[in-house]
């Protein structure tokens, strides 16, 4: 079992930036990929990066250049720096741990940008 817990969501005016951290506890050792996810009203849970426990990083077309997901797996902590924020990054973002065919999610936090 993987806990996962999310802190820095906030309001924010467009063009700022917010810093989201997740920290993981339980069986940590065995979680290799670890991302975030964000759902807006109405809309599905969609993808905004991703990273390996090696450090390979994937991003949605949406965030790239304006987003960096990282990783301290001494901490077994991940993180995403938002800058540049928009309207449109409005949602509740989660944190999501890959344990071999397993998904975790935390309970997410919600970021609204204002235009």
């Known amino acids: 079992q993987v806990h996962l817990v999310e802190s820095g969501g906030g309001l924010v005016q467009a063009g700022g930036s917010l810093m989201l951290s997740c920290i ?3 069986s940590t050792s065995s979680i290799q990929r670890m991302g975030w996810y964000r759902q807006a009203p109405g809309l599905q849970r969609e993808l905004v990066a991703t990273i390996t426990s090696g ?35 409005t949602g509740v973002y989660y944190c999501r741990a890959t344990v071999v065919l397993r998904y975790y999610w935390g309970q997410g936090t919600q970021v609204t940008v204002s235009s």
């Open 24 to 26: 993981a506890s339980g």
């Open 55 to 89: 450090g390979f990083a994937v991003y949605a077309d949406s965030v790239k250049g304006r987003f960096t997901i990282s990783r301290d797996n001494t901490k077994n902590m991940v993180y995403l720096q938002m800058n540049s924020l928009k309207p449109e990054d």
